[in-house]
């Protein structure tokens, strides 16, 4: 057998062997940045990639989050660091936005007070900074009214 078609198949493999490592290496890499510079840690309630959740594992190469709605998402590492990550528990507060559309012929007033004795008697919406209720516009369809709460995300049982 020819040395050039020895060396030929080794390169081959080695090439092979290098795009399958990159990945893993990648994601290796993504592991050593999030335990340096700590831009998360376990429990924390993040936004990564299209994917939000409570930090459950940070693994060698992948980060486990439990989303909201009882999804457990596998991310590696590497994808956290090249789509950066939005910690929603540093500040201890997140700002809700829910939309409501109700017809022209509704009380407005009604509408708002509903909304209102709704978080009032909500005990995850903090009392601090206060909640708003408000008309966001007028459509063709109806009247849309915003609700903005705010809730501590580590206290509030659906994003646990």
Sequence with gaps: MPITAIVTAVSAVVIVIAIALQTSLANLAGTIIIFLLKPFKLGEFIETGGVIGNVQEIQMLNSVLASPDGKTHI????QIQMAGVTNLSTSGLLRLNFSF???????????????????????????EPPFQVFVQELADSGIELVVRPFVNPQDSPSFQ
């Design 75 to 78: 991310v590696p590492n590497g």
């Design 101 to 127: 559309l109700i017809g022209y012929e509704s009380k407005i007033d009604q509408a708002k007070d509903i909304l209102t004795n709704m978080l009032l008697a909500d005990e995850r919406v903090l009392a």
